[in-house]
């Protein structure tokens, strides 16, 4: 395996990764009658929102503390009071996320003491929660301001208490469709669940008669609060190992045993999730998983004639990229390059314990932008491109089948529906990637083929 870094750095040219508050608002939109709010810039809001609802096609908003220059010198707390009292008489919010911008960070807000001012000054009046993360996207992706945020909230709103049999599941950042999955699926072992964030409804609702301020769904903020008198945690993401994060904090403060798995893309990453919750619950795997995995194995015999030895660059969030690789390499495809804007320090690590055999084949790059990867695809000759929408126009210069997973998905519609993980999304997964190289075996021939 080789593992590279840019040696010479100039500056990031279309970065592959977003911007960390952007993590943080899908957090706080995954909370029952929660609003995010960004101390910062107008235009940091707005990026944000832009790129959430090109995605998932649902309206999102993001309020604002409206720096300007005068406020850069002299401080936002005036700012932030305004933006408060003003999203709290319009919104009603049960929860307000705050999250820093660059320009609060650089600037040495502090956050936390303007907020318990603001609570102190309206003491015996009903409030909102209000949870503050820090987020400077300088220090780290979305993903870093993702899990910035989840631990925010649980180390602000959860409590302790005698255990009971229900468990919390981090699932990182993941598709609504995914979502509603993992719903199903500790549904059908039994097991009480507390799953935070939650936005397979905030983010992917049905149809209204009348626009609503703030969408039904998420995560209530009793379940929230209850977080610390469950039995266990489960947090998908191999590169948290280690890492703070809620589920350490619950671990550390309530006694919660914390497990950390990769996310569940593919068969191995799927088998060890259902094996977890055979202990968790103790009840085995349901017939219709278990039929699931099966037919899931047979397709893979239909088509390993196709995809066998095939050479495949991946992209996108570092935990995503780790599911896939480990996917990949289970059915056969070298995942010639795994790439990432994320900077964990974990990605080659982690991408050796899940493609062990395929390890001097691979190449990893953490903390590039897609010039660097654009730059590194030529000559890795890639069969195909795996990854969001950022990518499209290598695989286009490349002449390569490209198949969308992930976030941002700017160009199609459904990204809120793509189903990554468990059997059903690894299902849906290979069946792409077949395709896709299918499709592209009858574009590139002139003979037409019908039967292939
Ligand atoms: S200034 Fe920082 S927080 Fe604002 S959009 Fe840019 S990277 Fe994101």
Redesign the pocket.
Known sequence: MKATKNKSFVSTRNACKQ????GACMVFRGIEGGLPL?H??Q??AT??RRYIISHFREPMDVASSNFSESTAVFGGKDNLTTALDNVIKQYHPKFIGVAT???SETIGENVPHLLRDYLRERTGRPMPALVHAS????AGSHMEGFHAAVKATVDTLADGGDKIRRVNLFPGFLSPADLRHLKEILEDFNLPFTLFPDYSETLDAPTWDRYRLLPDGGTTMEDLKGMGANFASIEFGRTLKGRPTGAESLRTRFGVTRTTLGTPIGVDETDLFFQLLEVLSGRPVPEKYVQERGRLIDSFFDAHKYVFEKRAIVYGEEDLVVGLASFLASVGIVPVLCASGGESGRLEECIREVCPQMASKITVKEGVDFADIEQEAVSASPDLFIGNSKGYPISRKLNVPFVRVGFPLHDSLGGQRVLHIGYQGAQGLFDSIVNAVLRHKQDVSTAGYAYM
């Open positions: 911007c960390s508050p952007l960004l910062g810039s235009g940091c990026y944000v911008t660059c320009l987020t400077p996207s300088y």
